[in-house]
Nanobody, 119 residues
Framework: QVELVDSGGGLVQPGGSLRLSCVAS????????MSWYRQAPGKERELVAVSRANGGSTNYAESVKGRFTISRDNVKNTVYLQMNSLKPEDTAVYYC????????????WGQGTQVTVSS
């Protein structure tokens, strides 16, 4: 059974840090691009960061470049999102997504974890 379990969200003050984790099971992790998306209230879901399966190259949304870092551990089947210098506008539900290296329609989503940045 395929499962993506997101965790690590919470309430943090502006300027603070959080580390999100997404543990995968039920599929061959190393063959999947792993991404983090987020969705704020009243807004569409947006891509935050991606770690590719073939070599692990990464890309980031402009709004998080220099503050967020995505990483993956193909032994632990886990992808992380280290978030530093958090801003109120980073407040959203963060979702992990896995999509197959050769088929973008072969995808799985985590259940989401809430991140709230507020003083």
């Amino acid at each position: 059974q395929v499962e993506l379990v997101d965790s690590g969200g919470g309430l943090v003050q502006p300027g603070g840090s959080l580390r999100l984790s997404c543990v995968a099971s039920g599929f061959t992790f190393r063959y999947y691009h792993m991404s983090w998306y987020r969705q704020a209230p009243g807004k569409e879901r947006e891509l935050v960061a991606v770690s590719r399966a073939n070599g692990g190259s990464t890309n980031y949304a402009e709004s998080v470049k220099g503050r967020f870092t995505i990483s993956r551990d193909n032994v632990k089947n886990t992808v992380y999102l280290q978030m530093n210098s958090l801003k109120p506008e980073d407040t959203a539900v963060y979702y992990c997504r896995a999509n197959h290296l050769f088929s973008s329609t072969n995808e799985y989503w985590g259940q989401g974890t809430q991140v709230t940045v507020s003083s």
